[in-house]
């Protein structure tokens, strides 16, 4: 996955074109430069730079479009480290928020930068992990006081649970991908398919969700844990995936993608939380969770 130091060097070498000045700013090497972007590259699918030889590197079309989206990515993260504070104020909380990191970037990122602006009684250190076991093990041992996440595991030793939405599944293909629908049914089975990644643990589920329609993808040419990422792709050409509806409401009304069929897999979106979430001052914060997070 894309990481912080990532999107912040990134940002670096899109402000100077030149890999050398970089590495000199940030004080590290110049193949340290060019790994990062290159990870960075192969996550996204595409390239970020043109590299000629004998020539600085230019921000391709994409790149560019890229740059405020990240800017806004990093000031939204800065916005959210919590200051150092000599002793709590009056009707203060301080709060350890558990979630992975697609939620995180998806859903989460720009709306809590600007909850915490007009709220500035809260702190909240947000941390980001990469697997579900992860987010419960740091409820179950006292390192955050909420926990979002999406799947259908309850944890232990937990003071509440909510369950703030259930999102229905579908298969989409990019506009005019598929033709004639009513009168055949197209041959699923060896179209390109756009999946999660193998141990991501929405894949077994959405799997077996395709297995009970009798579809049993061969040839699958991309994976990423983006669910938007994903839905990029499918707005590109690049096949067919199955993806949550929320999340291609705007492809749809932009009429870059069709809906083909619904799946029986729907997936849950949980909400943990521990006793210092439940005090009155983190009121506003958990209403704000809810709202965006419980509207389908």
Known sequence: MPTFRQLEIFLEAAADCNFRRTADRLNISQPAISKHIGQFEDELGYPLFERIRGHSPT???????????????????????????????????????????????NDLMTLLSTFLEHHPQISLDVKIYDKTPEIMHALETGLCDIAIYRGSVIPRKVSRIEFLSSMSTSIYAPKGFIQDLTEEMPDFDN??????????????????????????????????????????????????????????????????????????????????????????????????????????
């Open 59 to 105: 921000l391709t079309a994409e790149g560019l479009a890229l740059v405020p989206k990240v800017r806004d990515m990093l000031h939204a993260r800065k916005a959210m480290v919590p200051s150092t504070r000599s002793a709590p104020e009056e009707g203060h909380v301080e709060l350890t928020l558990a979630v992975r990191h697609f939620l995180f970037e």
């Open 191 to 296: 179209m390109p398919f756009l999946l999660p990644p193998e141990e991501s643990e929405v894949t077994e589920p959405l799997l077996a969700a395709l297995h009970a329609n009798d579809i049993h993808p061969s040839n699958v040419v991309g994976r990423s844990q983006f669910p938007r990422m994903l839905a990029e792709w499918v707005a590109r050409g690049r096949g067919v995936s199955p993806l949550m509806d929320m999340h291609m409401r705007s492809f749809l009304e932009r009429g870059l993608v069709e809906r083909i069929f619904p799946l029986s897999y729907k997936l849950s979106t949980i909400m943990a939380l521990q006793d210092k979430a439940l005090q009155p001052a983190a009121k506003p914060l958990l209403a704000c969770l809810r709202k965006e997070l419980g509207s389908e």
